[in-house]
C-alpha cells in the first residue's frame, strides 16, 4: 500500500498556477499568445483608421479650399492641450506595466488611476469643442450653417476674407460644401473618441482587479496588453493634431 501511494506521488502532476487557464501549459506560453492576439487586434484598428487617413488625403488634396476654412473653427489651443494630456496617459500605462512586473501594487493602482483620470481629461475637453461647434452650427453635411454669421465666425477667418461681410463669408463656406469638411472632422475624432472611452472602461476592470492583487511578476499580461491599445489610441491622435487642427 505504501509502496503504491509512493508511486502515485512520484508521478503526480505539478501545480498549476491559479492564473494560468486550462488551456495553456505554462504562463509564459499564455502571455505570448495574448500578446499575439493584441498585435493582431492593433494590426486592424490601424488598417481601420488608415482608411480614414486615405478618405482625408483625397478629400484635401480635391478640395484644399475647405480645408483651410473650416480649420479657423478648431480651437488649436484645446487641441494642443489634449495631445499632452494623451502623452502623459502614455507614461503612466507604461509605468503601469513596469509596477506590475516589479509587484509595486500601490504604484500599479495610482498609475492606472492617472491614466484614467488623464483620458476622462482628454473627453471632458474633447465635449466642450463639440457643444461650441454644434452650438453655433459647424456641423456634419448638410446641416452645417453658421446660427449667427456675426458673432459666430472666427476673426481670423474673416481676416481671410478682407472685403467681405460676415454673411458674405459664411454663405461661402456653405457653397464650399464646408460641412464635409466637419463630416470627416466629427467622423475621425468621435470614433477616436469611442476608443478612449473604451480604454477607459478597461482601466476600470484594471483597477479592479490591481486592487484585489491580481497581478504580480509572472502575472501581468492583461496590463501590458491595455497598455499596448492605449499607446495605439495615443499614436492615432498624434496624426490626427496636426492633420485636423494644423492645417493653417
Known amino acids: 500500500m505504501s509502496s503504491t501511494t509512493s508511486h502515485d506521488s512520484t508521478h503526480a502532476l505539478p501545480a498549476r498556477p491559479k492564473e494560468l487557464a486550462m488551456h495553456f501549459d505554462t504562463l509564459h506560453q499564455q502571455y505570448q499568445s495574448a500578446k499575439l492576439g493584441m498585435w493582431l487586434f492593433l494590426a ?21 479650399e475647405m480645408f483651410h476654412d473650416a480649420h479657423f473653427f478648431l480651437d488649436t489651443k484645446l487641441g494642443a492641450i489634449n495631445t499632452v494630456v494623451l502623452l ?34 482628454f473627453m471632458v475637453i ?17 446641416s452645417f450653417g453658421i446660427v449667427d454669421a456675426a458673432h459666430n465666425l472666427p476673426q481670423s477667418l474673416l481676416d481671410a476674407y478682407p472685403g467681405k461681410s460676415a454673411e458674405e463669408v459664411a454663405a461661402l463656406l456653405k ?25 477607459i472602461g478597461v482601466y476600470l476592470w484594471l483597477l479592479s482587479r ?14 501590458d496588453n491595455v497598455a499596448l491599445y492605449w499607446h495605439i489610441v495615443d499614436i492615432i491622435w498624434i496624426f490626427l493634431f496636426p492633420l485636423l487642427y494644423l492645417i493653417g
Not at 486592424?44 to 484644399?64: D, K, S, T, W
Not at 512586473?101 to 483620470?117: F, M, N, P
Not at 470627416?184 to 480604454?199: D, K, P, Q, R, S
Open 44 to 64: 486592424q484598428e490601424i488598417l481601420f483608421f488608415a482608411g480614414l487617413f486615405c478618405a482625408y488625403a483625397v478629400y484635401r488634396g480635391n478640395h484644399p
Open 88 to 121: 502623459c496617459s502614455s507614461l503612466t500605462a507604461a509605468w503601469s506595466v513596469r509596477c506590475a512586473q516589479l509587484e509595486q501594487r500601490k504604484g500599479l493602482i495610482a498609475t492606472i488611476v492617472l491614466t484614467i483620470l488623464a483620458a476622462c481629461t
Open 126 to 142: 474633447k465635449y466642450f469643442e463639440y457643444s461650441h461647434k454644434v452650438h453655433i452650427g459647424a456641423v456634419w453635411g448638410e
Open 175 to 199: 457653397q464650399n460644401n464646408t460641412g464635409t469638411f466637419f463630416s470627416i472632422y466629427f467622423c475621425m475624432t468621435g470614433l477616436h473618441g469611442i476608443h478612449v472611452l473604451i480604454g
Open 210 to 223: 490591481a486592487v484585489k492583487g491580481h497581478f504580480n511578476r509572472k502575472y501581468y499580461a492583461a496590463v
